[in-house]
């Protein structure tokens, strides 16, 4: 038994529900206006008015992806990276942007930081292939690697609306500052800021963390990433238990 599985060990059902109604969980909202598991928001201007209606099949939903030209991305892109995991996950990881390995094969987080997120995850009992959906904010791979632009999120993140809604998981990791500003609403914050609480997605319990390319940039972050995949672990137990 892993250190992560001995820590829920303890935990008796009580504490685990009472992670999911303390107040630290709050909804912030979205900066992408969707509906997951709630009534439609009123009627607010959002960049996805501008967007033909999205597809309520993921695979209708991943053409589309596939075929699109919204942003300047798409003229220098080898493939769209849609995602990677069943569609019945019971958690859905966000990251930034495809680099050049998730470029070349058109699957997300392949590449070292993947690599070293999926051992992560695997310490809290969270299997990569049976268990994960992944999906990043930009489905195209920005040149060099560099920072996606406010346009290109703004284009590209109908997408990831969707996603969330078709696959609905129990629980969201947005790992780096783009994913967890993003689904926070909370442009100003720093990472730090966000790490540490239990936010939420219209209804769906978001955790931020590090980006696991930071980690292996900065090994002392590895302990506070574990630390937030326990928080999420709980999250997700305590789903569980509720229902
Ligand atoms: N970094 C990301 O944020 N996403 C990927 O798919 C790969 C690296």
């Not at 809290?124 to 489905?139: F, H, P, Q, S």
Request: glycine content about 10%.
């Amino acid at each position: 038994m892993g250190a992560g599985e001995l820590f829920l060990e303890r935990m008796t059902r009580a504490e685990a529900l009472a992670i999911l109604s303390s107040p630290r969980i709050a909804d912030a909202g979205s900066l992408v206006s969707g509906n997951v598991g709630a009534e439609p928001a009123a009627t607010v201007k959002t960049p996805d008015d501008q967007l033909p209606v999205l597809p309520d099949d993921h695979g209708a939903l991943r053409d589309m992806a596939l075929a699109c030209t919204r942003c300047r991305l798409s003229q220098g892109r080898t493939q769209v990276v849609f995602s990677d995991g069943p569609r019945d996950a019971r958690l859905m990881v966000v990251g930034e942007a495809p680099g050049a390995n998730e470029d070349s094969t058109g699957v997300p987080f392949v590449g070292a930081a993947g690599k070293y997120l999926d051992v992560l995850l695997s310490t809290v009992g969270l299997g990569r292939e049976d268990t994960v959906y992944i999906a990043n904010v930009l489905k195209c791979r920005p040149p060099g690697n560099r920072d996606p632009k406010p346009d290109e999120i703004e284009a590209c993140s109908p997408y990831l609306k969707k996603q969330i809604e078709l696959v609905r998981p129990e629980a969201l990791l947005a790992v780096g500052s783009f994913a967890g500003k993003l689904l926070t609403g909370r442009e100003k914050s720093s990472l730090g800021k966000l790490r540490g609480e239990v936010h939420s997605y219209l209804g769906v319990p978001l955790v931020v963390t590090y980006h696991p390319a930071a980690l292996l940039r900065n090994p002392r972050w590895t302990r506070p990433f574990w630390e937030d995949l326990q928080l999420l672990r709980d999250v997700m137990d305590a789903s569980r238990a509720s229902k």
